[in-house]
């Protein structure tokens, strides 16, 4: 983000601001508090204070009361906007702008701004019916999206509702909201989220500042209703009035007023600075959403056509239920007037709340139970009714995958398998500690949830991530990780290195730090193929290997004794247990780039082989992962457009994931990915059999 934009957008939402708001007496009060707000923004970004100063001057200068200031950073941020054919877009080289400042301030109110701005027609109101995102505009991409069928083929239903729609609903039924954030703030990270965003407050403080927002909006125009198309209208009112009056009371409400509103829109998008997938959780555990996107799922399925009117389907996710009621009114309500979603059931991740001295039976025992529960619910409910079995086409494992691995899952999907269910598809390689943990995630999904042809694998980051950007922002040279981790990392490597005539050296650097982990870990000295089997078998159901359950017994009979033994201390040895899970330093040079590249390389080769997919999903991936720009997003090695020769080419799928989250949806996601090319300087020929042939996957690998 520009340090211009930085200083428009603080302006415009800084939680700092609106409590002096009231001691503020001139502009110039305002200076020592922006200075800070947007210094303190950057403090990772080494720019002199005197470039601040300048363009804080520069802002003052023009500004010599707020309603100025304010009609400045507005017109400002709506400078990226224009007109064509009745509709807004946004202008090609300022989109990625745009996408940043969107991520500060609510899109509606910049859209507003420029409609009061131009004078604009009610007719570009109307557009705005269920989303306030516009995009830019290219004639062949638009015809593309109006006339084809684009299948979004990885969208979660909860994290789709945009904020602005989410932002009406707390106006209009506060006190739901206010008992949803209640329970939300009961979770330390969400405590955290608020933090993060100098927001000290508790249920009490946001319920006052909500409550005292509602009587602006009420005193500007008591009769204002609840909808996109009815802010926009309510915001130009205000514009208009506060411009016409010059009445600085006036101001004061609609500042406060535009700052309530994009300090709850930053609660619910993404934000730049909140790197991890630990970030993201904390909007989907905040409970914002909650009343909004429990309610009705129709205004959802029109919202993603985007404003533009285009011809998306949805592939949509949702959680199972635990109990069949929750399932069913869950099911029911989704499926409410659509008749062509299809539907990915996703499980979700969780920790492994047993502590070591806890694991008495085998790990992640809770959530493989309720894993079983919840596949035999979903399986009843879709033997039971022919509607649920015609919508519901796959199986996902979704959320933080720093909390479990593929092998949690393998028992439940063979369970789904044997019933019927017939593609799969898992989250993997999004966030990882090391990068080779995330390359075995990867490999993982694959190898221990048996994929076939056509199931498929979302984001796979790990897979694309330039070796060299990642040890960058990494930074440090060294990392912790769990020594248990690590060493599965090297048995992995070794796993897939052995067999290459090249990688000898490898091998046999890694062979010591693997006998010595071993020794360590498992008090015991093996060889590194029956540690590798034992690693292998992590795919088998610990509950018949341990003997809690007689299953299949037979399948693991062909794995050493040695690797069973040690595959038991994994699962149910306390001391094992606080081995593996005992924090190590690191070098991350130990792996050399070109390793890594090779290992991706490998990966990717044996997907491809399987005719296994990627889902790739180019904004979320820029806000969670080590990226700082849409430009090093890894789909450009991916297409093969760098400079490595040759690399394989992974079968590739496009999607939005939270569309809510990341203030997106397919149109903007292809429209950065056309930028992204644009800038590779290929022509619009070029670009466009790119963008034809992953439109075309998403239809052909459609589940
Ligand atoms: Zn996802």
């Not at 939402?13 to 303190?40: A, M, Q």
């Not at 994009?262 to 993201?280: E, P, S, T």
């Amino acid at each position: 983000m520009t340090i211009k934009n930085e200083y428009n957008t603080t302006i415009l939402s800084s939680y700092k601001i609106f409590k002096e708001i009231n001691k503020l007496t001139d502009i110039k009060s305002l200076e020592p508090i922006l200075f800070d707000e947007v210094s303190r923004a950057r403090n990772n970004i080494s720019v002199p204070d005197y470039v601040f100063k300048n363009i804080q001057e520069g802002i003052f200068s023009k500004s010599d009361n707020f309603r100025n200031m304010l009609n400045n950073s507005l017109s400002s941020l709506a400078s990226p906007l224009y007109t064509r054919n009745n509709f807004i877009y946004v202008q090609n080289n300022k989109f990625h702008i745009w996408q940043d400042t969107i991520n500060k301030v609510s899109p509606l109110i910049i859209i507003s701004y420029f409609i009061y701005k131009k004078n604009l027609s009610e007719e570009y109101i109307e557009k705005f019916q269920y989303s306030s995102l516009p995009s830019i505009y290219n004639k062949k991409l638009n015809n593309i999206l109006k006339k084809n069928e684009i299948i979004d083929t990885h969208i979660h239903l909860n994290g789709t509702t945009e904020a602005d729609i989410i932002w009406q609903d707390i106006l209009q039924t506060p006190q739901a909201f206010i008992k949803d954030v209640d329970e939300g703030l009961l979770k330390d990270e969400v405590k955290e989220q608020y933090l993060a965003l100098d927001m000290e407050l508790g249920t009490a403080g946001i319920s006052k500042m909500i409550y005292d927002t509602i009587k602006i909006r009420n005193d500007f125009d008591a009769y204002a209703s609840h909808s996109i198309r009815s802010e926009i209208k309510f915001l130009i009112s205000i514009f208009k009035k506060i411009n016409l009056d010059k009445k600085c009371s006036d101001t004061m409400k609609l500042w406060e007023y535009i700052l309530v509103y994009n300090f709850i829109y930053q609660l619910l998008v993404q934000q730049n600075k909140q790197v991890g997938f630990d970030q993201f959780q904390k909007i989907t555990f905040n409970n914002i959403r909650e009343n909004v996107e429990r309610a009705s799922y129709k205004e959802r399925y029109k919202q993603v056509k985007s404003i533009y009117g285009d011809n998306v389907i949805i592939e949509g996710r949702f959680a199972p239920k635990d109990t069949p009621e929750k399932m069913i009114k869950l099911l029911d309500n989704i499926l409410h007037n659509n008749e062509n979603i299809h539907l990915i059931a996703h499980f979700i991740k969780a920790k492994d709340k047993q502590s070591s001295d806890e694991i008495n039976t085998y790990r992640d025992m809770p959530l493989r139970l309720d894993l079983d529960k919840r596949s035999r619910l979903l399986i009843t409910l879709m033997n039971k009714t022919p509607k649920y079995k015609k919508h519901i086409k796959a199986v996902d494992g979704a959320a933080n995958e720093l909390h479990a691995r593929a092998e949690v899952f393998a028992p439940s999907f063979r369970f789904l398998r044997q019933n019927n269910i017939e593609n799969f598809t898992f989250h993997g390689g999004e966030d990882f500690i090391d990068i080779v943990s995330g390359i075995r995630y990867v490999y993982e999904i694959a190898k221990f949830l048996r994929f076939r042809n056509g199931d498929r694998i979302g984001h796979a980051t790990a897979l694309g991530i330039n070796p060299k950007l990642w040890k960058e922002r990494i930074g440090k040279g060294s990392l912790y990780i769990k020594q248990g981790e690590y060493l599965d990392n090297l048995v992995f490597i070794y796993h897939i290195a052995k067999v290459d005539k090249k990688k000898i050296k490898l091998i046999s650097r890694l062979k010591n730090k693997i006998q010595r982990l071993c020794y360590k870990i498992y008090n015991e000295s093996l060889d590194i193929y029956l540690l590798e089997q034992a690693w292998l078998m992590r795919k088998e159901d610990p509950k018949n290997v341990l003997k809690w359950d007689d299953g299949h017994c037979e399948e693991f009979y062909k794995y050493p004794e040695e690797s069973i033994n040690i595959f038991t201390k994994y699962h149910s040895n306390q001391k094992t247990i606080e081995a593996y899970n005992e924090k190590i330093k690191i070098k991350i040079d130990l792996i050399s780039n070109k390793d890594i590249l090779y290992l991706q390389n490998t990966i990717i080769e044996k997907l491809n082989k399987k005719n296994i997919i990627i889902e790739t999903m180019i904004s979320s991936n820029v806000r969670i992962s080590f990226y700082k720009s849409y430009n090093e997003h890894h789909i450009k090695k991916w297409l093969g457009l760098t400079k490595e020769k040759n690399p394989p080419k992974p079968i590739l799928s496009i999607a939005t994931d939270n569309p809510g989250i990341f203030a997106t949806n397919m149109r903007n996601e292809l429209s950065h990915l056309y930028l992204l090319l644009l800038k590779t300087k290929m022509c619009e020929e070029d670009i466009f059999k790119i963008i034809n042939n992953l439109l075309k996957n998403n239809v052909d690998y459609r589940f």
